[in-house]
Protein backbone atom coordinates (compact mmCIF):
# COMPACT_ATOMS: atom_id res chain seq x y z
CA UNK A 1 0.00 0.00 0.00
CA UNK A 2 1.22 3.32 -0.62
CA UNK A 3 1.53 6.64 1.86
CA UNK A 4 -1.04 8.72 0.46
CA UNK A 5 1.66 11.46 1.69
CA UNK A 6 4.08 10.16 -1.31
CA UNK A 7 1.88 10.80 -3.95
CA UNK A 8 2.11 13.42 -6.24
CA UNK A 9 0.13 16.66 -5.30
CA UNK A 10 -0.80 19.58 -7.37
CA UNK A 11 -2.59 22.73 -5.69
CA UNK A 12 -4.85 23.08 -9.06
CA UNK A 13 -6.47 19.81 -7.90
CA UNK A 14 -7.66 21.80 -5.02
CA UNK A 15 -9.29 24.56 -7.32
CA UNK A 16 -12.55 25.53 -9.31
CA UNK A 17 -12.48 25.53 -13.07
CA UNK A 18 -13.05 29.27 -12.89
CA UNK A 19 -10.14 29.51 -10.12
CA UNK A 20 -7.48 27.37 -12.54
CA UNK A 21 -8.12 29.96 -15.52
CA UNK A 22 -7.19 32.83 -12.85
CA UNK A 23 -4.48 30.71 -12.37
CA UNK A 24 -3.20 30.11 -15.54
CA UNK A 25 -3.38 33.92 -16.60
CA UNK A 26 -1.67 34.96 -13.65
CA UNK A 27 1.25 32.67 -14.72
CA UNK A 28 1.04 33.29 -18.47
CA UNK A 29 1.70 37.20 -17.26
CA UNK A 30 4.35 36.02 -14.80
CA UNK A 31 2.63 37.44 -11.72
CA UNK A 32 3.60 34.76 -9.40
CA UNK A 33 0.80 33.78 -6.69
CA UNK A 34 -0.06 31.96 -3.41
CA UNK A 35 -3.09 30.30 -3.30
CA UNK A 36 -5.89 30.66 -0.22
CA UNK A 37 -2.95 32.82 1.80
CA UNK A 38 -4.76 33.10 4.91
CA UNK A 39 -5.76 36.61 5.81
CA UNK A 40 -6.64 37.58 9.01
CA UNK A 41 -9.40 40.16 9.32
CA UNK A 42 -11.58 41.54 12.15
CA UNK A 43 -15.75 41.09 10.32
CA UNK A 44 -18.96 43.73 10.86
CA UNK A 45 -19.15 42.74 14.65
CA UNK A 46 -15.99 43.31 15.39
CA UNK A 47 -14.85 39.29 15.75
CA UNK A 48 -11.81 37.85 14.33
CA UNK A 49 -11.54 35.74 11.25
CA UNK A 50 -9.08 34.02 9.09
CA UNK A 51 -10.50 34.33 5.89
CA UNK A 52 -9.02 32.76 2.71
CA UNK A 53 -9.04 34.84 -0.62
CA UNK A 54 -8.94 32.68 -3.87
CA UNK A 55 -5.13 33.78 -4.57
CA UNK A 56 -2.04 36.35 -3.25
CA UNK A 57 -0.11 38.40 -5.35
CA UNK A 58 3.21 38.64 -2.88
CA UNK A 59 4.91 40.85 -5.43
CA UNK A 60 2.25 43.21 -5.11
CA UNK A 61 0.63 42.81 -1.95
CA UNK A 62 -3.16 42.18 -3.49
CA UNK A 63 -5.46 39.65 -2.75
CA UNK A 64 -7.59 38.18 -5.74
CA UNK A 65 -11.23 36.56 -4.90
CA UNK A 66 -12.53 34.36 -7.97
CA UNK A 67 -16.16 35.04 -8.66
CA UNK A 68 -16.71 32.70 -11.36
CA UNK A 69 -20.92 32.38 -10.98
CA UNK A 70 -22.90 35.74 -11.29
CA UNK A 71 -25.66 34.34 -8.60
CA UNK A 72 -23.06 34.16 -5.47
CA UNK A 73 -23.45 37.73 -3.92
CA UNK A 74 -20.32 38.74 -2.56
CA UNK A 75 -21.39 42.28 -1.39
CA UNK A 76 -20.55 41.17 2.25
CA UNK A 77 -17.07 40.00 1.54
CA UNK A 78 -16.59 43.02 -0.37
CA UNK A 79 -17.92 45.18 2.52
CA UNK A 80 -15.55 43.92 5.07
CA UNK A 81 -12.68 44.20 3.11
CA UNK A 82 -13.04 47.54 2.32
CA UNK A 83 -13.52 48.08 6.31
CA UNK A 84 -10.28 46.63 6.60
CA UNK A 85 -8.82 48.51 3.87
CA UNK A 86 -7.31 45.02 2.16
CA UNK A 87 -6.16 45.16 -1.27
CA UNK A 88 -8.26 43.10 -2.92
CA UNK A 89 -9.84 42.60 -6.57
CA UNK A 90 -12.98 40.82 -7.42
CA UNK A 91 -12.94 38.84 -10.84
CA UNK A 92 -15.62 38.19 -12.28
CA UNK A 93 -14.69 35.51 -14.67
CA UNK A 94 -18.04 34.77 -16.43
CA UNK A 95 -17.58 38.67 -17.85
CA UNK A 96 -15.72 38.60 -21.16
CA UNK A 97 -12.75 41.18 -20.33
CA UNK A 98 -12.08 39.85 -16.79
CA UNK A 99 -8.80 39.63 -17.68
CA UNK A 100 -8.25 43.56 -18.79
CA UNK A 101 -10.20 44.39 -15.57
CA UNK A 102 -7.77 42.49 -13.30
CA UNK A 103 -4.52 43.86 -15.03
CA UNK A 104 -6.02 47.13 -14.43
CA UNK A 105 -7.07 46.90 -10.45
CA UNK A 106 -3.24 46.14 -10.36
CA UNK A 107 -1.89 48.88 -12.01
CA UNK A 108 -4.48 51.35 -10.05
CA UNK A 109 -3.82 49.82 -6.72
CA UNK A 110 -0.24 50.29 -7.52
CA UNK A 111 -0.38 54.00 -8.37
CA UNK A 112 -2.47 54.74 -5.49
CA UNK A 113 -0.13 53.42 -3.30
CA UNK A 114 2.89 55.42 -5.28
CA UNK A 115 0.73 58.48 -4.88
CA UNK A 116 0.55 58.05 -1.40
CA UNK A 117 4.37 57.18 -0.65
CA UNK A 118 5.74 60.29 -2.54
CA UNK A 119 2.78 62.26 0.13
CA UNK A 120 4.83 61.19 3.26
CA UNK A 121 8.23 61.46 1.49
Known sequence: MENSLHQ???IYEEMT????K?????KF????WVFEQPLFITDHKDRPRIWT????????GIYVEV???PNIDYSFRQKIYKLE???IIFVHTYKPKWKFFLLQRIKEIQKKRSILIEKIQ
Do not use: I, M, R, Y
Not at 17 to 20: L, P, R, S
Not at 53 to 60: G, Q, T, V, Y
Open 8 to 10: HFS
Open 17 to 20: AEEK
Open 22 to 26: VAEFL
Open 29 to 32: KKLW
Open 53 to 60: PDFFLSEF
Open 67 to 69: CGN
Open 85 to 87: NTP
